[in-house]
């Protein structure tokens, strides 16, 4: 949406009887926006002042009021497409998931393509992908492609191979085993390709909406010319600035720093591949995969010099660089070359520059230090912890529990100063930002928690200050109006350490209370979405 005063950001509306999440007053119950601005935060017997001179109070009705959520990490061609089509993240088996597929094919008979995402063998009590010759069966023949839900491997029908040439020689090509790697991408480019037009916006108009109804405000879209294609990123950035909605702020994963640019990206950054998952075997490690017999390590896309020209290009452009690094040997090379860009620079350029990487799992003491050393931010999502994490987990299975214990050290990262943004990877795991600082309160490794008012933080002020910006995601006077209304039950403060809790929720600590979030509750509901003033979501019958 255009960041430009509009008519009806002129409206000045007086929010009140309900508890507003403010560092300007810990105790506010009331705020006034302006011009599309918070103007005042405040008590209810101050508000009484407003009450005349506003076009509109809005009663809370004991309602709380918080800043918007930034996702900061999203595919949202990908997550409208999951919205409007195939999801196979609910099949509890290959059979489950084949009658899905074959449902979606009967009831989609023009489309040119079938696209699908979300299926997790390793969750399956088959413990396998559904085959290629299984594939052409249930798509009676058509194109179609089936993404993991880590969307580094996918399975594909013949059909769609025969529209790529050449991709049974490319890297990642076995006959019988998921695509993964360069023939992984070349499919994914002509699977995107035959998508039209009208499929691929009202795609962007599902997710949009999705995330405005779940109290987002501001999306991090992560395209690429391996993720997604070049009309697809300026189309979504295009609808954003038209139509009411989550504002998307732009990156684009490419070497080619120019192309970046020219396309309206704020970064040559986002998933450009440092390595890829953990689940397809495929992020790369200093030692090999605990559960193959091959010593297999995964896959280095980009080494240590590449990242350095990368970072200083960037730079000196004055565009963020970001890498996607999961695996502990990405990670080192992440760290190696952007130290090297700051030997060429120096220190405060690289630091001044705010560059990210996206999931940063597996982390070492050395790599934390690296990071609060050269100002990189952590672009991090909780939910993999709670989908994947714990000793019975994927990423036990993958690589043991002792170095799965170590995924995701959240607590670590803040102790060093690390500044961290969460999101969700949508449609790896789902738009659910209260869900998402849960799981970074109550990661299933204890060592690894946060507080709750932590993990909100990096929900929202942190994505802001992912993008540079330092003036917005809490609601004190002059702050952008990106805030949401919620319906939930008593307001604490959830610490790790009970110590801490306790201080906290003493009146004299001026701590604000956040939504209890212990696994098992509900969440809180979105009633109302508000993007620099102008109402994007409102729950009906409310």
Same mark, same amino acid.
């Given at each position: 949406?255009?960041?430009?005063?509009?008519?009806?950001?002129?409206?000045?509306?007086?929010?009140?009887?309900?508890?507003? =999440?403010?560092?300007?007053?810990?105790?506010?119950?009331?705020?006034?926006?302006?011009?599309?601005?918070?103007?005042?935060?405040?008590?209810?017997?101050? +508000?009484?002042?407003?009450?005349?001179?506003?076009?509109?109070?809005?009663?809370?009705?004991?309602?709380?009021?918080? #800043?918007?959520?930034?996702?900061?990490?999203?595919? !949202?061609?990908?997550?409208?497409?999951?919205? %409007?089509?195939?999801?196979?993240?609910?099949?509890?088996?290959?059979?489950?998931?084949?009658?899905?597929? /074959? +449902?979606?094919?009967?009831?989609?008979?023009?489309?040119?393509?079938?696209?699908? =995402?979300?299926?997790? +063998?390793?969750?399956?009590?088959? @413990?396998?992908?559904?085959?290629?010759?299984?594939?052409?069966?249930?798509?009676?023949?058509?194109?179609?492609?089936?993404?993991?839900?880590?969307?580094?491997?996918?399975?594909?029908?013949?059909?769609?191979?025969?529209?790529? #040439?050449?991709?049974?020689?490319?890297?990642?090509?076995?006959?019988?085993?998921?695509?993964?790697?360069?023939?992984? =991408?070349?499919? /994914?480019?002509?699977?995107?390709?035959?998508?039209?037009?009208?499929?691929? !916006?009202?795609?962007?108009?599902?997710?949009?909406? /999705?995330? $405005?109804?779940?109290?987002?405000?501001?999306?991090?879209?992560?395209?690429?010319?391996?993720?997604?294609?070049?009309?697809?990123?300026?189309?979504?950035?295009?609808?954003?600035?038209?139509?009411?909605?989550? /504002?998307?702020?732009?990156?684009?994963?490419?070497?080619?720093?120019?192309?970046?640019?020219?396309?309206?990206?704020?970064?040559?950054?986002?998933?450009?591949?440092?390595?890829?998952?953990?689940?397809?075997?495929?992020?790369?490690?200093?030692?090999?995969?605990?559960?193959?017999?091959?010593?297999?390590?995964?896959?280095?896309?980009?080494? $240590?010099?590449?990242?350095?020209?990368?970072?200083?290009?960037?730079?000196?452009?004055?565009?963020?660089?970001?890498?996607?690094?999961?695996?502990?040997?990405?990670?080192?090379?992440?760290?190696?070359?952007? @130290?090297?860009?700051?030997?060429?620079?120096?220190?405060?350029?690289?630091?001044?520059?705010?560059?990210?990487?996206? =999931?940063?799992?597996?982390?070492?003491?050395?790599?934390?230090?690296?990071?609060?050393?050269?100002?990189?931010?952590?672009?991090?999502?909780?939910?993999?912890?709670?989908?994947?994490?714990?000793?019975?987990?994927?990423?036990?299975?993958?690589?043991?529990?002792?170095?799965?214990?170590?995924?995701?050290?959240?607590?670590?990262?803040?102790?060093?100063?690390?500044?961290?943004?969460?999101?969700?990877?949508?449609?790896?795991?789902?738009?659910?930002?209260?869900?998402?600082? @849960?799981?970074?309160?109550?990661?299933?490794?204890?060592?690894?928690?946060?507080?709750?008012?932590?993990?909100?933080?990096?929900?929202?002020?942190?994505?802001?200050?992912?993008?540079?910006?330092?003036? +917005?995601?809490?609601?004190?006077?002059?702050?952008?109006?990106?805030?949401?209304?919620?319906?939930?039950?008593?307001?604490?403060?959830?610490? #790790?350490?009970?110590?801490?809790?306790?201080?906290?929720?003493?009146?004299?600590?001026?701590?604000?209370?956040?939504?209890?979030? %212990?696994?098992?509750?509900?969440?809180?509901?979105?009633?109302?979405?508000?993007?620099?003033?102008?109402?994007?979501?409102?729950? #009906?019958?409310?």
């Amino acid at each position: 949406m255009d960041e430009s005063l509009s008519k009806t950001e002129h409206r000045t509306v007086l929010l009140r009887g309900g508890e507003v =999440h403010s560092p300007a007053d810990p105790f506010a119950t009331a705020m006034v926006v302006e011009r599309g601005h918070v103007a005042w935060v405040g008590s209810e017997g101050a +508000a009484d002042a407003f009450a005349s001179g506003v076009d509109e109070v809005i009663d809370l009705e004991g309602a709380l009021v918080t #800043p918007a959520f930034v996702d900061a990490h999203v595919h !949202t061609t990908a997550t409208g497409l999951a919205l %409007t089509g195939l999801d196979l993240s609910a099949a509890a088996s290959l059979a489950e998931a084949a009658e899905m597929i /074959r +449902a979606h094919a009967a009831a989609r008979p023009h489309d040119r393509i079938l696209i699908g =995402h979300g299926w997790d +063998a390793a969750r399956w009590p088959e @413990r396998r992908a559904p085959r290629r010759e299984e594939l052409d069966e249930l798509a009676g023949g058509r194109p179609l492609y089936l993404t993991r839900i880590d969307v580094h491997s996918a399975v594909v029908t013949t059909a769609l191979l025969d529209l790529v #040439p050449g991709v049974r020689a490319l890297t990642g090509f076995r006959a019988d085993e998921p695509l993964t790697g360069d023939a992984h =991408h070349a499919v /994914r480019a002509a699977a995107y390709a035959a998508v039209s037009s009208g499929q691929r !916006t009202e795609a962007q108009r599902a997710a949009r909406a /999705r995330a $405005a109804s779940l109290g987002i405000g501001t999306l991090h879209e992560c395209g690429g010319p391996e993720i997604s294609s070049e009309d697809d990123f300026t189309g979504l950035l295009d609808l954003a600035r038209a139509e009411p909605g989550p /504002r998307v702020v732009g990156y684009w994963a490419d070497l080619d720093i120019e192309r970046a640019r020219a396309i309206g990206a704020v970064g040559a950054a986002g998933d450009l591949f440092a390595d890829g998952s953990l689940g397809s075997h495929t992020a790369c490690l200093h030692d090999p995969y605990a559960d193959l017999a091959d010593a297999r390590t995964g896959v280095a896309h980009l080494d $240590a010099a590449t990242i350095a020209a990368h970072v200083v290009a960037c730079t000196e452009a004055g565009l963020q660089a970001g890498f996607h690094a999961i695996g502990d040997a990405a990670l080192t090379a992440v760290v190696d070359g952007v @130290r090297a860009a700051s030997e060429k620079l120096g220190l405060g350029r690289i630091r001044a520059a705010r560059h990210r990487v996206e =999931h940063a799992e597996m982390l070492t003491p050395e790599t934390i230090a690296a990071f609060a050393e050269l100002g990189l931010t952590a672009s991090v999502q909780p939910a993999f912890d709670a989908a994947w994490g714990g000793e019975r987990g994927m990423y036990a299975e993958r690589l043991g529990a002792e170095r799965a214990r170590t995924l995701n050290p959240y607590a670590a990262l803040l102790r060093s100063g690390v500044p961290l943004a969460f999101g969700s990877d949508s449609p790896v795991t789902p738009l659910d930002p209260w869900g998402t600082v @849960r799981a970074a309160a109550f990661h299933r490794t204890p060592e690894h928690r946060i507080s709750v008012r932590a993990a909100f933080t990096a929900h929202t002020r942190g994505g802001w200050r992912a993008v540079g910006r330092d003036d +917005a995601g809490t609601l004190v006077p002059g702050a952008p109006a990106d805030y949401a209304v919620w319906r939930t039950g008593e307001l604490v403060v959830q610490a #790790p350490d009970d110590r801490v809790a306790r201080w906290s929720t003493d009146p004299r600590s001026g701590t604000p209370g956040l939504p209890d979030l %212990t696994p098992g509750g509900e969440l809180p509901v979105c009633l109302r979405t508000v993007v620099l003033g102008h109402t994007v979501f409102e729950r #009906p019958n409310e």
